[in-house]
């Protein structure tokens, strides 16, 4: 993201401005894995449709098969654990036939809520876990225009910091109100972001607080890095991309027929 794409400029924790694709103390053949976590166990209500809307087909496939090829064709992704409901994991195992080195590692099973499925999934990553080192990267099945270099970024940061969020910084006038009928405060804008995903996190250290939390905390979390904040592990921030959109409506259904 450039600084012209917006009004003001954006200051970021740990900017990642030219990347060269050089993991400190990570190479290829390393003992540590970067291990994708994909979460494909929603239902899409708000599609309001009967097929959840990962598996909706745009120009001919799946949305959720150009998210895992994005996954599959990133060199310094090791393994991809997919978070899916039994009833789906054949049209995924389906999907998946269709790309070259898909490097599944297996299925986890979904959670009541979003935070739920991750905790299953995290089960599965260290199941295959090689190192105190790992990164686990967990993403949106139905976030299929992630960029290749934003994953490599997640994954460069996370092995420097605790973990890594790419945000948008907010460009809207923000108000806040305590009832919904007033205004009770004005937010500076210059302090807010929008998060994205994929969301970094050393694997080991995000695991071991998701296991020792609570069932009622788990559901609490909307996003994947709120427990990590909350337990003071060292976020890093970077660039998000306007590209990388959350397909939830109808009309994200049009706009990711325009840009595939």
């Known amino acids: 993201m450039n600084r012209s794409d917006h009004e003001r400029p954006v200051t970021f924790q740990s900017p990642v401005a030219q990347y060269d694709g050089e993991f400190p103390g990570f190479t290829p053949d390393s003992k540590e894995k970067n291990i994708a976590l994909v979460l494909s166990g929603g239902i899409g209500s708000r599609m309001k449709s009967k097929v959840p809307k990962q598996y909706l087909k745009i120009k001919g496939l799946p949305i959720i098969y150009y998210t895992l090829r994005k996954f599959s064709e990133d060199q310094n992704v090791n393994a991809i654990i997919i978070v899916a409901e039994e009833r789906w994991r054949k049209e995924i195992t389906r999907i998946l036939n269709g790309i070259t080195d898909s490097k599944f590692a297996g299925f986890a099973e979904a959670g009541v809520t979003r935070q739920g499925s991750i905790v299953n999934g995290l089960h599965k990553c260290m199941e295959i876990s090689a190192s105190e080192k790992d990164v686990v990267i967990i993403h949106d099945a139905v976030r299929p225009m992630v960029s290749v270099s934003m994953i490599d970024q997640c994954i460069h940061e996370a092995h420097i910091h605790d973990g890594c969020m790419p945000v948008i910084p907010v460009s809207d006038t923000i108000y806040k ?80 027929k325009t840009v595939l």
């Open 177 to 256: 109100s305590l009832d919904g009928r007033k205004i009770s405060e004005l937010l500076d804008r210059n302090t807010l972001f929008a998060g994205q995903a994929p969301e970094a996190f050393n694997l080991h250290r995000y695991a071991t607080l998701n296991f020792k939390a609570s069932a009622k905390e788990i559901n609490s979390y909307k996003g994947s890095t709120e427990i990590a904040f909350q337990h003071h592990m060292d976020i890093s921030l970077i660039p998000g991309e306007d590209t990388n959109f959350k397909i939830t409506t109808p009309a994200d259904i049009e706009r990711l």
